[in-house]
Nanobody, 125 residues
């Protein structure tokens, strides 16, 4: 059974930092990419970042470029999202997700096969 488990969310002041973790288990993820989405109530889930677990190549959504960094630890099947210079508008539930590499549509949640349960990030202004 595939599981993605996020951790690291919480409350932080604007300008501060948080690091999210996502631990994957239940299958081999060597040919997968893992990424992050976020969602606020009443809005669609928004793409944040994705990283290839094989090559380390990464890609970011425009709203987080230059502030967020995705990284991986293949030995632990874990990806991280380092979030710096947080803004009030970064407040959301953050979801980890995994997709097979080579599938078109990096920013589309429909192309992701597995999802975590989400972790809340709240940025106070």
């Amino acid at each position: 059974q595939v599981q993605l488990v996020e951790s690291g969310g919480g409350l932080v002041q604007a300008g501060g930092s948080l690091r999210l973790s996502c631990a994957a288990s239940g299958r081999t993820f060597s040919t997968y990419s893992m990424g992050w989405f976020r969602q606020v109530p009443g809005k669609e889930r928004e793409f944040v970042a994705v990283m290839s677990l094989s090559s380390g190549w990464s890609y970011y959504g425009n709203s987080v470029k230059g502030r967020f960094t995705i990284s991986r630890d293949n030995a632990k099947n874990t990806v991280y999202l380092q979030m710096n210079s947080l803004k009030f508008e970064d407040t959301a539930v953050y979801y980890c997700a995994a997709r097979r590499e080579g599938v078109l549509g990096l920013e589309s949640q429909a192309t992701y096969d597995y999802w975590g349960q989400g972790t809340q990030v709240t940025v106070s202004s």
